[in-house]
């Protein structure tokens, strides 16, 4: 499975954007699909996932992100979105989607080394 991340921007506090996470390749439908964004000089962190729906397709946020963020998947279409609204200054970095194995327990979703496959970033750039 190979992941790639585009519909990053530069956009006002306040904007909404939709990020795509395109697979290609077998089996990305039992991928748990996660977010993850870092900015200048910060580590990478955590900003939504979801579980394959053979395992309830729960999704889980950042407190930072919970309520603004909707994080979706298309299976028909092999995709997963990134859903942001009332986007903010602080939300400005390069955003990452991943893909965990279904297998991975709740207490890792957040994690990073729990994703073993990576598209390249998406920047996003909020301005105030």
């Known amino acids: 499975v190979q992941l790639q991340a585009f519909g990053g921007g530069l956009v006002q506090a306040g904007d909404s954007l939709r990020l795509t996470c395109a697979a290609s390749?077998?089996?990305?439908?039992?991928?748990?699909l996660g977010w993850f964004r870092q900015a200048p000089g910060k580590e990478r962190e955590f900003v939504a996932a979801?579980?394959?729906?053979?395992?309830?397709?729960?999704?889980y946020y950042a407190d930072s992100v919970k309520g603004r963020f909707t994080i979706s998947r298309d299976y028909a279409k092999d995709t997963g979105y990134l859903q942001m609204n009332s986007l903010k200054p602080e939300d400005t970095a390069v955003y990452y989607c991943?893909?965990?194995?279904?297998?991975?327990?709740?207490?890792?979703?957040?994690?990073?080394?729990?994703?073993?496959?990576w598209g390249q970033g998406t920047q996003v750039t909020v301005s105030s």
């Open positions: 991943a893909a965990a194995p279904q297998s991975t327990i709740t207490s890792s979703i957040p994690t990073a080394r729990a994703y073993t496959i």
């Open positions: 390749g077998p089996s990305f439908s039992t991928y748990n």
């Open positions: 979801i579980r394959v729906r053979q395992r309830g397709g729960t999704t």
